[in-house]
């Protein structure tokens, strides 16, 4: 079932598991449009952050009040084609990327925020020479002590830069950036460990692993001490299946209040 919108993101919402995530043709084209109506949070979605969100509600709230959800991973896309919403997984660091270079074509200023010291610089020397116009009015890691985030808050808000990328994990990211939302006109974006891999730090899973949706996998198989996270996998799988998330399509009209074709 193909999902159509009056809006002028082409953007409907649904939920998974109860927490909301958005539905829409051309995830880039809503990002941007998130700018042109004044700004907001961008949150990438994955059955990982789903279960996290169920137990934290502070990240559940922030991820109700963003201003775009997007389908990030498998398990989502899976969970809403159980309700007969068909969408495409968008990974929030191709999207992040896109977004960069709709920067610099449209003269945006752009802030970096997160990873280690040798991370933010590789990748600003990356951007040197691969996004030449960009326009990069901060680039500043995450390891900073407690006294000096509130500065790098006010230089944010007086650079109010058009986009914002923010790379300190979940849900540490999606709640900073909500903290900075009400003083900011532009897309805020957390994008977890996609500096590390711009910087070539870290290797993204390859295509076959997309594919055959193992990334998890070949991501844990490059760090097997992160295992404990991969278990909300499992757990997500069961609880759509419990929550009975097979949906008639006219049950989903009703819920949603418009129509779909």
Not at 67 to 72: G, I, N, R, T
Request: overall charge neutral.
């Amino acid at each position: 079932m193909d999902i159509t919108s009056t809006g002028p993101r082409d953007q409907r919402r649904f939920q998974v598991l109860g927490v909301p995530v958005d539905a829409c043709r051309d995830v880039t084209a809503a990002a941007i449009g998130v700018h042109a109506d004044g700004g907001g949070q961008i949150v990438t979605l994955n059955a990982e952050m789903t279960m996290a969100a169920r137990a934290n509600h502070r990240l559940g709230a922030v991820i109700a009040d963003a201003d775009l959800v997007v389908p990030d991973g498998a398990g989502v896309v899976w969970a809403l084609r159980l309700q007969g919403v068909r969408v495409r997984r968008s990974p929030g660091i191709e999207l992040a990327w896109e977004l960069l270079s709709y920067a610099e074509a449209h003269g945006w200023s752009v802030a970096l925020v997160g990873a280690a010291p040798q991370v933010m610089e590789r990748l600003c020397d990356r951007l040197v020479v691969e996004r030449p116009e960009l326009r990069l009015v901060l680039a500043q890691h995450g390891y900073l002590s407690e006294e000096d985030w509130p500065q790098l808050e006010a230089n944010l808000c007086e650079l109010n830069p058009d986009l914002v990328l923010v790379a300190l994990g979940v849900p540490r990211q999606e709640l900073w950036v909500q903290s900075l939302k009400a003083s900011q006109t532009g897309v805020l974006m957390g994008v977890g460990g996609s500096f590390d891999v711009w910087a070539g730090l870290k290797e993204r899973a390859p295509k076959w692993a997309s594919r055959f949706q193992v990334e998890w996998l070949y991501r844990l198989c490059q760090e097997p001490s992160r295992w404990r996270r991969y278990l909300a996998l499992p757990q997500f799988v069961w609880a759509v299946l419990l929550s009975g998330s097979r949906q008639k399509p006219a049950k989903q009209k009703q819920a949603t209040g418009r129509t779909t074709e």
